[in-house]
């Protein structure tokens, strides 16, 4: 089991930043691929970014590709999501996913264990 718990959403003007926080409790950090999915009002949910279990390959929805960065800490057990140069479009719930075993990284349904989000809203 492991438990995801997001922080770091608010409300920004279209090319500011902020950053996402997911912390993480239960098996260990490093056993897990960790991802970034969106979900605005009445659109499915996203996928926004990707990194590893050995934090050597990450990937972005293009999208966000060069805006946003995925890291993570594996001796603070927390993932982050750096997001630069926000436009209103990005407004959405923010959710951080873990994976136990492989997993294609846009695939949300391949994701065993969810936050419960946090809302970013950017304004024009």
């Known amino acids: 089991q492991v438990q995801l718990v997001e922080s770091g959403g608010g409300l920004v003007q279209a090319g500011g930043s902020l950053r996402l926080s997911c912390a993480a409790s239960?098996?260990?950090?490093?056993?897990?691929?960790l991802g970034w999915f969106r979900q605005a009002p009445g659109k499915e949910r996203e996928f926004v970014a990707f990194?590893?279990?050995?934090?050597?390959?990450?990937f972005y929805a293009d999208s966000v590709k060069g805006r946003f960065t995925i890291s993570r800490d594996n001796a603070k057990n927390t993932l982050y999501l750096q997001m630069n140069t926000l436009k209103p479009e990005d407004t959405a719930v923010y959710y951080c996913a873990a994976a136990l075993g492989p997993v294609r990284p846009q695939r949300a349904h391949e994701y065993q264990y969810w936050g419960q989000g946090t809302q970013v809203t950017v304004s024009s």
């Open positions: 239960g098996p260990t950090f490093r056993d897990v691929a």
């Open positions: 990194v590893s279990r050995s934090d050597t390959t990450t």
